[in-house]
Nanobody, 124 residues
Framework: QVQLVESGGGLVQAGGSLRLSCAASGGIFRLLHMGWFRQAPGKEREFVAAINWSSDRTYYSDSVKGRSTISRDNGKRTTYLQMNSLKPEDTAVYYC?????????????????WGKGTLVTVSS
């Protein structure tokens, strides 16, 4: 399994931007499909965005579509989530995840490696 470490979270005002990073170690990163999920207090973990191994396919939840961009740099073994026009409802712990196959990108059960998360807090 690959080990994942997220960074880039923090406190930001509504309307601001953040870029989350997910550094991977171990495993064959260039063959993995990567995703971002988030979990707000008292809520279930939800899909945010995903990208396939070659970066030619990306997926977004309706809640972040048009405001976020997922990307990856296979040479740096890092996945990014650029989030713009942040809203208070984006407040959550954001998790990076990896899956080996081209299964459904939005289903968290398909991912077998997870980071510990990074907290994003958006103030109104």
């Amino acid at each position: 399994q690959v080990q994942l470490v997220e960074s880039g979270g923090g406190l930001v005002q509504a309307g601001g931007s953040l870029r989350l990073s997910c550094a991977a170690s171990g495993g064959i990163f260039r063959l993995l499909h990567m995703g971002w999920f988030r979990q707000a207090p008292g809520k279930e973990r939800e899909f945010v965005a995903a990208i396939n191994w070659s970066s030619d396919r990306t997926y977004y939840s309706d809640s972040v579509k048009g405001r976020s961009t997922i990307s990856r740099d296979n040479g740096k073994r890092t996945t990014y989530l650029q989030m713009n026009s942040l809203k208070p409802e984006d407040t959550a712990v954001y998790y990076c995840a990896a899956k080996p196959g081209d299964t459904s990108a939005s289903s968290y059960s398909n991912y077998d490696s997870w980071g510990k998360g990074t907290l994003v807090t958006v103030s109104s």
